[in-house]
């Protein structure tokens, strides 16, 4: 069975400064998909990143981006010029690649709580 | 789109009294799930459907029943609370059970609270 690390359950940083979150994955799998979810204080989950384990080349969306190290089975997120909006509880999560007509599930992290201060 | 709704958002219930958390979507997404959040454990797979008519279990099944007799909606259903159950959930969707590499819509969340 797969597992998902999250070894920071709490990190803050200042607004403006860069921080990263850790996450560490064990699976037999060699094709596989890994995200970040976002959860705010409204409890919504939102996608931030995700990334195909297929590819080499690191996920990047805006001011987001992801350090993916298939051998170490070690994908961190990378938040850049932290806002005061970004303060959240982050998920990392796995999946599986489905097989041909079958379905896969998400398996998740404990998360990491970040606080960016003003 | 009002996409993933789930009611109510809070309830306490008593131990054995059984409800139905309602979740829908209007999106046309045949893959839904149900998830279980608990303070420092994450997100947790309950139970999860990839078509009407088509159910299956998750992580943490037990104590819990799911159904699903329109693309729409996917009802949780609790048939005999206990305590263990106070968690916060989540219902989340997505077009299909192979789109999830594309990532889901997730519900609100229901908080529930079993004394």
């Known amino acids: 069975a797969q597992t998902v690390t999250q070894s920071q359950p709490e990190m803050s940083v200042q607004e403006a400064e860069t921080v990263t979150l850790s996450c560490t994955y064990d699976?037999?799998?060699?094709?596989?998909?890994l995200f970040w979810y976002k959860q705010p204080p409204s409890r919504q989950m939102i996608l931030v990143i995700r990334q195909e384990a297929y590819k080499q080349q690191n996920a990047t969306e805006n001011r987001f981006s992801v350090n993916f190290q298939k051998a170490a089975k070690s994908f961190s997120l990378k938040i850049s010029d932290s806002q005061l909006g970004d303060t959240a509880m982050y998920f990392c999560a796995f999946m599986k690649l489905p097989a041909q007509g079958g379905s896969e599930k998400l398996v998740f992290g404990k998360g990491t709580k970040l606080t960016v201060n003003p | 789109n009002a996409g993933v709704t789930q009611t109510p958002k809070f309830q306490v219930l008593k131990t054995g009294q059984s409800m139905t958390l309602q979740c829908a979507q209007d999106?046309?997404?045949?893959?839904m799930s149900w998830y279980r959040q608990d303070p420092g454990m994450g997100l947790r797979l309950i139970h999860y459907?990839?078509?009407?008519?088509?159910?299956d279990q998750g992580e943490v099944p037990n104590g819990y029943n799911v159904s699903r007799s329109t693309t729409e909606d996917f009802p949780l259903r609790l048939l005999s609370a206990a305590p263990s159950q106070t968690s916060v959930y989540f219902c989340a969707s997505s077009y299909s059970s192979s789109s999830l590499a594309l990532g889901q819509f997730f519900g609100p969340g229901t908080r529930l609270t079993v004394l």
């Open positions: 699976t037999s799998e060699n094709n596989y998909y």
């Open positions: 459907s990839v078509g009407a008519g088509i159910t």
């Open positions: 999106m046309n997404h045949e893959y």
